[in-house]
């Protein structure tokens, strides 16, 4: 078994001046894109449209880029999973979310553009009421906390420099921090282009590297064993299902909400996604491709470590430091983002700041999110699918339904019961999971629990309205 493994024994000076004219490329556009801000009035710069949505001004392949980016920062849970499991990892982390991708841009970009609100307990502050406002604040920072983007930039330094997880994720989320604080959303979006490209790059070389080496992608799938060609992951269907909602959690999820809400148009959002979706596809037949590859050369290895280490040692010198330049974009792309969101949340949506909004409140927070988010991800031990699971149950349980019966039928559902399906939910997943450890008497996902107390408080909302 490999137990521990450094990328800085396969760095030459090219790989490192390559890597640093990644990063020093993504300074100057974040520069630019401050020039950009100072250009407009001093009220617009401190606004809150400007520092969450950025003016509402992302045009299409602006959008296209810091979706796509965003959107993919646990690449080292995805080949993890393809690593253990094949291609159930494209199932799972796959093809459930395009489905999603497609709802959001066919029935809800229209939707959530006709409401004047910046972020998605504003709009369930619309529908139901103030109270119903907390309450999804409290479930969307829960949502936004970028435990699994922490972890793997941990797991990412660690394989650079070596030593402890908790260092490493401390010392570059410190980085990102001051990152994020500096530009707002809009620094955000702009290392978001340099990003898209380069993590666009990366994953394109490493299976074309790998292809030239040990065979053609049919070659591969001869020499893989034969449970990483079940979908199913010899798991049990339950477990699948649990995967499709937690994939519709896309449906409320905050950065989804946030970039459709800045976009320049309805038109932008809406075939800004469709693009994103193709682009997602051919993203993940690459890291998928990529993970097998390394199940078949190094079948020994750690998961967590697998695809990276194989990356080093398949590519040539120069280019590993592209490579890896491309992979620290992927997640530092989620990272910022997912801060920046949850610092949001914080000042913006739980405090309810609008009327007297001030950066520094936003700041505050980003420092807060930040330290607990380092705090809470070390209780995983590195297990960024687990973070995945735990966190994304509670959004796609308990927040789901509600919110999207709300935009589906405005008044269906009162303030109360909106209220109570949410905590009743939450309740559920908690007691079940907490109980169901301790006595070990059922092999039924939490969430399922969680769903159905959700459910319960609707039905007489909808018996009303039919009456």
């Known amino acids: 078994m490999i137990s521990d493994f450094t990328i800085i024994e396969y760095l030459n000076i090219y790989d490192w001046l390559v890597f640093f004219l990644v990063l020093f490329i993504t300074f100057l556009i974040v520069l630019w894109g401050n020039k950009k801000k100072k250009e407009l009035s001093p009220d617009v710069q401190l606004s809150p449209l400007e520092l969450l949505l950025m003016g509402r001004s992302l045009t299409l392949p602006v959008f296209v880029a810091t979706l796509v980016a965003t959107w993919y920062g646990g690449i080292f849970g995805v080949t993890a999973l393809t690593f253990e499991k094949g291609i159930y990892n494209f199932v799972t982390q796959g093809v459930f979310w395009y489905g999603s991708y497609l709802i959001f841009a066919f029935y809800l970009v229209k939707k959530i553009r006709n409401y004047d609100v910046m972020t998605i307990p504003e709009l369930a502050g619309r529908l139901f009421g103030s109270r119903a406002q907390r309450l999804t604040a409290g479930l969307n920072f829960l949502n936004l906390l970028p435990l699994a983007y922490t972890i793997s930039l941990g797991l990412f330094l660690r394989s650079l420099f070596g030593g402890s997880l908790f260092l490493n994720t401390s010392a570059g989320v410190l980085l990102v921090t001051l990152w994020s604080l500096w530009g707002g959303f809009r620094a955000v979006v702009y290392s978001d282009i340099v990003q898209f490209f380069f993590m666009m790059i990366a994953v394109i070389l490493v299976v074309l590297f790998a292809w030239a080496s040990l065979g053609s992608p049919i070659d591969l799938m001869v020499k893989l064993p034969p449970a990483h060609l ?144 380092v705090f809470l991800g070390m209780q995983f031990d590195g297990r960024v699918i687990d973070v995945w699971k735990t966190m994304g149950s509670f959004s796609a349980a308990c927040l789901l339904f509600p919110l999207l019966m709300g935009q589906w039928k405005p008044g269906l559902i009162s303030e109360k019961s909106f209220c109570w399906a949410v905590c009743l939910g939450c309740i559920g997943i908690v007691s079940w999971k907490i109980f169901n450890k301790i006595y070990n008497f059922s092999s039924l996902d939490e969430f399922y629990i969680g769903l159905l107390l959700t459910t319960v408080p609707l039905i007489p909302s909808f018996i009303r309205k039919k009456s």
């Not at 682009?279 to 750690?302: E, H, M, Q």
């Not at 590993?320 to 801060?339: C, N, P, V």
């Open 230 to 373: 079940d979908w199913t992951g010899g798991e049990h269907m339950s477990t699948l299902l649990v995967w499709g909602f937690i994939a519709l959690s896309t449906l409320i999820d905050p950065n989804f909400y946030q970039r459709v809400l800045a976009a320049d148009s309805e038109k932008t959002a809406k075939i800004g996604i469709i693009i994103s979706t193709v682009v997602w596809f051919i993203f993940d037949c690459f890291t998928t491709l990529g993970a097998l590859y390394a199940k078949v050369a190094l079948p020994d290895a750690r998961p967590e470590n697998a695809y990276l280490q194989f990356s080093m040692q398949i590519v040539p010198n120069g280019v590993r430091g592209l490579i890896l330049a491309g992979i620290l974009a992927i997640i530092l792309s989620t990272l910022d983002a997912y801060l920046f969101n949850a610092a949001t949340c914080v000042s913006y949506d739980f405090f309810k700041l609008k009327s007297k909004f001030r950066l520094w409140h936003h700041h505050l927070a980003l420092i807060f999110v930040a330290g607990l988010s």
